[in-house]
């Protein structure tokens, strides 16, 4: 029997309607019985980040984070980029992770949702730093960007509902899982 890898999707997005969590509801969907998804889509939960509230008790929402990346045998971010960088919410979350040892030698890898002919060049920039304090193993092969027009959104279920689109966002989050392997 082969072993049920854990893949977290973490969604860098507090918008409504966002493209990289439309990533993050669909992935589920399309890798299979061999993959347990644990989303986290609760960004706006988290309290400021404080290395004076880096202690144990944790905060609840930033307790129940780490368990979530502690569970997963890999990590796929998916974040927008706001004014050349990471969205502050989002690094605030990546902040978090930097005083546990949860994501240490954890392979991880991104999706860039972006339609924009830019994409998000500095958001990645910037998160390929930060994962680098953490200690995350970044796969290089498993950053990659899939523009996500919001045509290709349903409305109704906020996954995408594009083909192609659909093909990008898994081959990413398969690169990422064989490296678990």
């Known amino acids: 029997m082969t072993r049920r890898e854990n893949l977290a999707l973490i969604s860098g997005s507090t918008r409504a309607g966002s493209t990289n ?15 347990r998804p644990l989303p986290y889509l609760d960004l706006g939960k988290l309290p400021h980040f404080s290395p004076d509230d880096d202690v144990e008790p944790l905060p609840p929402e930033v307790a129940r984070l780490r368990a979530l990346v502690a569970e997963a045998h ?3 971010f998916c974040t927008p980029e706001y004014a050349g ?11 978090w992770t ?10 991880v890898g991104w999706v860039n949702a972006s339609s924009s002919p830019t994409g998000a060049q500095g958001a990645h920039r910037a998160l390929r730093t930060v994962l680098g304090y953490t200690g995350a ?9 899939v523009p996500v027009p919001r045509s290709a959104v349903d409305s ?10 659909r093909e990008g966002i898994t081959e990413a989050a398969r690169t990422l899982l064989d490296a678990c392997r």
Do not use: M
Request: include cysteine.
């Open 21 to 35: 969590t439309a990533v993050v509801l669909t992935l589920p969907e399309l890798l299979g019985d061999a993959v």
């Open 85 to 95: 960088d990471l969205p502050g919410s989002f690094k605030n979350l990546l902040d």
């Open 156 to 165: 109704g279920t906020g996954k995408i509902s594009d083909p192609l689109v």
């Open 137 to 145: 193993a970044v796969v290089d092969a498993a950053c990659v960007r």
């Open 74 to 76: 890999a990590i796929l």
């Open 98 to 107: 930097v005083g546990g040892t949860e994501i240490v030698d954890k392979p």
